[in-house]
């Protein structure tokens, strides 16, 4: 489990909270990025297998899990935050992000080059969006914490608030019970929406092999996009896998496994 990490002259950096699985090995430990609402948990049975050959350290991006609670929540900040745990374990790592996780490991790619070995990106484009999330964070903030004894309490909750079932024990993996709440920071994710959705504009290309992996059924990767992936990461290769929308890894993780495992050996 990551910890708060002191800097050789007396100050605390902000150090990514994480959670690692099995242990080193002569190949690339692979970092897992989360996407928004998530945490280093929801990937523990992806994490756990695929540690059978490498180590695997699933982190919690900043506001969200156990990590920092910080005002600023944008991809060269998230980036940042990654190349830092990466130092810890040797200074370059394979690494998987989906969605803002894979916005923050493109940037990542893009702005410590040296930091990443192999990169796969799961369903998400290194383009702006138009299509907000703000709903949820709404969604979140109306339970009523008073009325929340276990996930199910505020699973029916999000369900009167429209909130669609698989989204509902997606959110509540981030309950708090103990201190009725959240652990996300739902006022700075509600507060940087726009740099959430948006992504960089950078004018460097990174050489490595990247594999964009996709949900057959989602639509944030779309052909329209291919140019700029390319003209950013020209080694890229695309992949699709069938019957899973945006949260592949948590509907088809038997078929991510597989997908990641083969790339990363190839």
């Known amino acids: 489990m990551g910890v708060v990490a002191e800097a050789p002259c007396g100050y605390h950096r902000s150090m990514l909270n994480w ?7 002569d190949r690339p430990p692979l970092v897992i990025a989360h996407g928004l609402y998530g945490s280093g948990r929801n990937w523990g049975v992806i994490a756990k297998r695929l540690s059978d050959e490498r180590q695997v350290i699933a982190v919690d991006m900043r506001n969200h899990g156990s ?6 929540h944008d991809y060269p900040a998230l980036a940042g935050d990654l190349a830092e745990v990466i130092g810890e374990f040797g200074g370059t790592a394979d690494v998987i992000g989906h969605s803002m996780g894979g916005k923050s490991a493109m940037t990542l790619a893009l702005t410590h080059p040296a930091a990443v070995n192999k990169l796969i990106v799961a369903d998400i484009a290194p383009v702006a969006y138009t299509h907000t999330q703000i709903q949820f964070i709404e969604a979140m903030r109306a339970v009523d914490m008073d009325r929340v004894e276990r996930r199910s309490d505020a699973e029916a909750q999000l369900a009167e608030l429209g909130v669609e079932k698989a989204l509902q024990s997606f959110f509540t993996q981030s309950l708090d019970i103990p201190n009725k709440g959240w652990k996300l920071n739902l006022d700075a994710l509600a507060d940087q929406m726009p740099n ?3 992504f960089p504009d950078v004018s460097t290309s990174w050489p490595g092999p990247t594999l964009f992996l996709s949900g057959a059924a989602s639509d944030y990767v779309l052909p329209e996009h291919r140019e700029r992936i390319k003209a950013l990461f020209p080694q890229a290769r695309f992949a699709k896998i069938p019957g899973a929308g945006h949260w592949l890894h948590a509907e088809k993780p038997r078929e991510f496994e597989a997908a990641a495992r083969l790339f990363l050996n190839a």
């Open 19 to 25: 959670i690692t699985h099995g242990t080193p090995t």
């Open 67 to 72: 990590s920092p609670r910080k005002a600023v």
């Open 196 to 198: 959430i959705m948006g």
